[in-house]
C-alpha cells in the first residue's frame, strides 16, 4: 500500500519511560490519563468504510494509521508499517486487539518477552498493558480499541 501520508499534531502523551510517545495514553509521572476529546454523548460516528478511503497519517516514522469505522465505544484502524518501524513501549487505557493482514511484526512487553506474528495471526492487550512492537518487514495491521481513542479521529 502506497500513501502520501499527511501529518496530524498529536497529544502529548507519554511512554512507558516518560518520554514523549503520540500513541500513548500515560501522564509523565506513569499514571493513566483521562480520555480527552469529545463527550460520549456527542462522539462522532462513522459507520461503513473502505481501507484506502481514509486518510492516513504518519503517527511516528513508518507507522501510517487510517482510521476506518467509530464511535465512542469500539474504533477500528489500519496500520502501515514499513520494515523496521518501531512503536516504542507504551499504554493506553483502550483495550487494543488486532490481526495481521500481511507481514511480520514482533510485539515485545515491558518484561522482555516477545512474539514474532504474521498473516492471519491476533493478539489482544488489556487496558494500561505496556506493549511495543517492531516491523520486521512491511505489516498492514487491522486493529480494534475498546473504547475509541479520541486523537486517532480524523
Known amino acids: 500500500m502506497t500513501e502520501s501520508p499527511n501529518h ?7 511512554n512507558v519511560a516518560g518520554s514523549p510517545d503520540p500513541a500513548g495514553a ?4 506513569g499514571t ?8 460520549r454523548t456527542d462522539f462522532p ?39 523496521g518501524a518501531v512503536v516504542p513501549l507504551h499504554t493506553h487505557v ?7 493482514l ?6 515485545f512487553d515491558e518484561a522482555g518477552n516477545e512474539r514474532i506474528l504474521g498473516p492471519g495471526e491476533g493478539y489482544l492487550f488489556h487496558s494500561d498493558e505496556p506493549h ?15 473504547p475509541a481513542r479520541p486523537e486517532y479521529l480524523d
Open 132 to 146: 511495543g512492537s517492531v516491523a520486521i518487514e512491511a505489516t498492514d495491521l487491522i486493529e480494534s480499541f475498546t
Open 45 to 83: 460516528t462513522r459507520g461503513f468504510c473502505k481501507v484506502g478511503n481514509n486518510p492516513s497519517v504518519e503517527i511516528r516514522p513508518g507507522v501510517f494509521r487510517s482510521t476506518l469505522v467509530y464511535d465512542a465505544d469500539n474504533m477500528l484502524c489500519h496500520f502501515h508499517e514499513v520494515p
Open 32 to 39: 493513566p490519563k483521562e480520555a480527552s476529546g469529545p463527550s
Open 26 to 29: 500515560q501522564s509523565a509521572a
Open 94 to 100: 483502550a483495550v487494543q486487539s488486532g490481526f495481521v
Open 102 to 107: 500481511s507481514g511480520k511484526v514482533r510485539f
Open 8 to 14: 496530524k499534531a498529536r497529544d502529548g502523551a507519554t
